[in-house]
């Protein structure tokens, strides 16, 4: 399959003054991933505590869950409005200002009187922590395409997925000791730090001749842009799809694990941290293949894989084949895939629209926070056992294959990508 390279897909950014010279080391990778994992951490240290939180503001599972759902639906609003304002001031800012407000609104959830409140308070949060996912992602397309942006995307998952490893344990413990509000406290002195850090480490990467002023109606504009670019759409939409996957384990596991098989605190943090090596696994994966295969190449294998697998966790959730352990390494098998295809289907999208990144990146966010949101509840209103979550997490995986044949050229013959992500470039 050949591929095509935009015009300005091997031009340098415009030299500008203010913008330094910038290729992200170890130490702003991490500072990139703590950006991009702030939605991540705020829903895993979170997540120990829906029991307790369902019986101490006296509402059901399905109420205690939708202060997750929510979060996530405020993130997809706020990575739409926050997209285009980094594109016309630039990454560093409304970077600042979310952090700064996600630090507000997590005092405010410690204070929360009711469910209703609390709700409202986390939807809001999930629209602050959004400017810092939406920045971290338009950074690396400032500065890269194709292979490099798919490793660097991958690397930033490698981050991302230490929080399932330590945040449910460590939520946990402080809930244990203090009671689920004071996770809302620790949130918040992680704002801070990361504040402090964003502040003095993260460097302005968009030019000021580059950014695009104008009010909301260039905002719709470049969205309606991103919308007619059916390829662009399809590409956004697998990695949404893959959070639909996560999301679904992620929400209905405390259900299906601690109250449905009686696991404890302790054994549930460990099957969580089993499937974050998992998601760190195949970032790690991704990384290494994709110096050696355009990621358009891996994408093709990678979601067929998931949804095979998916598939397998359905039908031993129906059966009951294997028991719990079963169940638990067919998750495990699933869950390892989710980073093998969505860091490349993110590159491959943001190297179509490089002169929009933070709008492209914002759409693509917003998707994965938006789709993820909207699914993750469908389990518990199925029923909430280990049946609903395969079906649901199957539903999504066989959904992204079908996405990405009908959308794009990934399994026909002889059609060119009108993209330059396929081509070993790099920007900067």
Known sequence: MSAMTSPD???????DKDVPHFRPDARHVLLLGLMAALPAIS???YLPSLPDVARDLGTSAAGAQLTITMTMIGGAVGQVVV??????FGRRRPALIGVALH???SLACVIAPGIGMLVALRSAQGFFNAAAT??????????????DAARLL???????????LFAPSVGGLIAGQWGWRSVFLVLALFGVVLWLVVWRKLPETLPTAARRPGGLSVAMSGYARLLRDRQFAALGMVPGLTSAVLMSYV????????VGFGLTDQQFALMFAVNGLGLVGGAQVNASLVRRMAPVRILRVAQPVQAALALVLLALAVTGAGGLWALLVAQAAVISTLNLG???????????????????????????????????PVSGLLGGDATAMAAVMATAAVASVVVLAVGTPSYRRGRAWRSDATAEVRRG
């Open 134 to 147: 939406v920045v971290a992602m338009a950074v690396i397309r400032d500065r890269f395409v194709g292979s």
């Open 251 to 258: 929400v209905a596991s405390p259900f299906v694990y601690r």
């Open 83 to 88: 997209g285009p304002l980094s594109d016309r």
């Open 342 to 376: 969505s860091p490349n289907a993110s590159a491959l999208a943001l190297s179509r629209h490089g002169e929009v990144a933070g709008t492209a990146a914002a759409f693509i966010g917003a998707l994965q926070a938006g789709v993820g949101g909207l699914v993750s």
């Open 9 to 15: 897909a091997t031009a340098a950014p415009a030299a």
């Open 43 to 45: 829903t895993d240290l």
């Open 103 to 105: 630090v507000l609104t």
């Open 154 to 164: 991958s690397r930033l998952m490698l981050v991302i997925g230490v929080a399932p």
